[in-house]
């Protein structure tokens, strides 16, 4: 049997380069940037002031001046402020020759033309000088960097249009099996709806990656053959589900060539079928729906991540404490499913609802992490290691919200002079 890291690694290592592709920025939230941004502006481009005042020469204040003209967002000053004079200005006013500090409207005392200052202005109080943001030549975003909205307003900001991002790929969805069909139908004897086409077109998006479901195959070598022939030619990376054990209508190796089949040591999802199809790396994953999608987490998502630039192409895993002790027999590495949830400030793993088979639907719906037990562990209990699957995951045990109406502990979070 083949070890996760083994299995892993020798997953990573035989991947193609991964394709970039220039999208607009409209297309930018959630990318991984293929190359560096360098700054080609300062930011702010040129002085402004920071609040709707006074430009003034700090050492005319204290002191009573005269109001020149009025600066408005987006129209620059038609002259210097003089000594003893003062532009009024706007946010986002570019500070006029002259002045050297903005005073607030409500610390002037206007009277017709003129206005008083009764406080003295520090030097460059109030103005955004020209690059404190960000200066021309900065690299302000590396390469694999996962484009959030604040990235993607950092590259507006910059003037940029397009950026040039990790390609996602395309992943055919096929399933196996005679026994299989999809959801909308009367089940027939012996027939069951495919539960594996729908879980990996969630998790293929999850992972950013193109889902092409391509429905279902029977278990047929030709029709296999066939299948995967077409699986290869409209995607980037395929991935089959069923028929990869060792039962008599196993059919999946037959249909492959370039293909390995390995016995992972890992409990659910151990065999695992992994190749090249057609020059499209190929991914034969276990028909328990459970197994799949741990087969899946674990090997094919890692695999999208690398190819679309992610440096960091793992799920994140968290640190919690298991709500009831467990026993297991030792060999190979478990994931269990939990749920997690903060209680008393403590995270809390709880086993996800029904047995831990690789056929419990049930259990994989309701948990948001796999527990990662050691191959040697005989017994589970205290402090364990929680890998989060759920991109929506969500620890909270109540409305989660301090301000909300009515929620419970809202001064707990942050007292009455929070913000
Ligand atoms: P197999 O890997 O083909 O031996 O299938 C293992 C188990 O998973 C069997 O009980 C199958 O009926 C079930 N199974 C296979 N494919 C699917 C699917 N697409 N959706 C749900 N269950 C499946
Ligand atoms: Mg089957």
């Given at each position: 049997m083949l070890t996760v890291e083994a299995a892993l690694a020798r997953i990573l290592a035989s991947l193609p380069p991964g394709r970039t592709e220039r999208v607009a920025l409209t297309d930018a939230y959630g990318r991984v940037l293929a190359e560096p941004v360098v700054s080609g502006l300062d930011l702010p481009p040129w002085d402004n002031s920071a609040m709707d005042g006074f430009a003034v020469r700090a050492a005319d204040v204290p002191g009573e001046l005269a109001i020149g003209e009025t600066i408005a967002a987006g129209h620059p000053a038609t002259r210097a402020v003089a000594s003893g004079t003062a532009a009024r200005i706007m946010t986002g006013a570019p500070v006029p020759a002259g002045a050297d500090a903005v005073i607030m409207v409500e610390d002037a005392e206007v009277d017709g033309r003129k206005v008083r200052f009764a406080g003295a202005a520090r030097l460059g109080q109030h103005?955004?000088?020209r690059g404190s943001d960000v200066a021309r030549g900065t690299t302000v975003l590396a390469a694999g960097h996962r484009l959030g909205a604040g990235a993607v307003g950092l590259l507006a900001s910059l003037g940029l249009t397009e950026v040039q991002v990790g390609a996602r790929p395309r992943v055919a969805i096929l399933s196996t099996g005679d026994?299989?069909?999809p959801p909308g139908q009367p089940l027939g004897p012996g027939q069951i709806y495919s539960s594996n086409n729908h879980a990996l077109v969630g998790l293929t998006a999850a992972a950013g990656a193109i889902p092409v479901d391509l429905g279902n195959c029977p278990d047929d070598p030709a029709a296999l053959r066939q299948r995967f022939a077409e699986a290869a030619e409209?995607?980037?990376?395929?991935?089959t589900t069923g028929g990869v054990s060792v039962g008599d209508f196993d059919f999946v190796k037959e249909a492959l060539g370039a293909v390995e089949f390995w016995r992972v040591a890992m409990k659910p999802g151990k065999p695992l079928a992994f190749g090249s199809l057609h020059g499209r790396p190929f991914f034969g994953l276990p028909g328990n729906p459970v197994s799949c999608m741990v087969n899946f987490l674990q090997f094919v998502r890692p695999a999208l991540r690398t190819l679309m630039g992610?440096?960091?192409p793992f799920l994140p895993i968290?640190?919690?404490?298991?709500?009831?002790?467990?026993?297991r027999?030792?060999?190979r590495v478990e994931l269990l499913r939990v749920s997690l949830a903060r209680v008393d400030g403590r995270l809390i793993a709880t086993a996800a609802?029904?047995?831990?088979?690789s056929s419990n639907v049930l259990g994989m719906a309701t948990a948001n992490g796999f527990l990662l037990?050691?191959?040697?562990?005989?017994?589970?209990?205290?402090?364990?290691?929680?890998?989060?699957?759920?991109?929506?995951y969500d620890d909270r045990t109540d409305a989660g919200y301090p301000w909300a109406a009515g929620a419970a502990g809202g001064a707990a979070c942050c007292g009455p002079e929070g913000g």
């Amino acid at each position: 049997m083949l070890t996760v890291e083994a299995a892993l690694a020798r997953i990573l290592a035989s991947l193609p380069p991964g394709r970039t592709e220039r999208v607009a920025l409209t297309d930018a939230y959630g990318r991984v940037l293929a190359e560096p941004v360098v700054s080609g502006l300062d930011l702010p481009p040129w002085d402004n002031s920071a609040m709707d005042g006074f430009a003034v020469r700090a050492a005319d204040v204290p002191g009573e001046l005269a109001i020149g003209e009025t600066i408005a967002a987006g129209h620059p000053a038609t002259r210097a402020v003089a000594s003893g004079t003062a532009a009024r200005i706007m946010t986002g006013a570019p500070v006029p020759a002259g002045a050297d500090a903005v005073i607030m409207v409500e610390d002037a005392e206007v009277d017709g033309r003129k206005v008083r200052f009764a406080g003295a202005a520090r030097l460059g109080q109030h103005i955004r000088r020209r690059g404190s943001d960000v200066a021309r030549g900065t690299t302000v975003l590396a390469a694999g960097h996962r484009l959030g909205a604040g990235a993607v307003g950092l590259l507006a900001s910059l003037g940029l249009t397009e950026v040039q991002v990790g390609a996602r790929p395309r992943v055919a969805i096929l399933s196996t099996g005679d026994e299989v069909i999809p959801p909308g139908q009367p089940l027939g004897p012996g027939q069951i709806y495919s539960s594996n086409n729908h879980a990996l077109v969630g998790l293929t998006a999850a992972a950013g990656a193109i889902p092409v479901d391509l429905g279902n195959c029977p278990d047929d070598p030709a029709a296999l053959r066939q299948r995967f022939a077409e699986a290869a030619e409209v995607a980037d990376l395929v991935v089959t589900t069923g028929g990869v054990s060792v039962g008599d209508f196993d059919f999946v190796k037959e249909a492959l060539g370039a293909v390995e089949f390995w016995r992972v040591a890992m409990k659910p999802g151990k065999p695992l079928a992994f190749g090249s199809l057609h020059g499209r790396p190929f991914f034969g994953l276990p028909g328990n729906p459970v197994s799949c999608m741990v087969n899946f987490l674990q090997f094919v998502r890692p695999a999208l991540r690398t190819l679309m630039g992610d440096p960091r192409p793992f799920l994140p895993i968290v640190e919690a404490e298991l709500a009831r002790p467990l026993k297991r027999a030792p060999g190979r590495v478990e994931l269990l499913r939990v749920s997690l949830a903060r209680v008393d400030g403590r995270l809390i793993a709880t086993a996800a609802g029904g047995h831990q088979g690789s056929s419990n639907v049930l259990g994989m719906a309701t948990a948001n992490g796999f527990l990662l037990v050691d191959a040697a562990a005989t017994e589970v209990s205290g402090h364990v290691h929680v890998q989060v699957f759920d991109p929506g995951y969500d620890d909270r045990t109540d409305a989660g919200y301090p301000w909300a109406a009515g929620a419970a502990g809202g001064a707990a979070c942050c007292g009455p002079e929070g913000g």
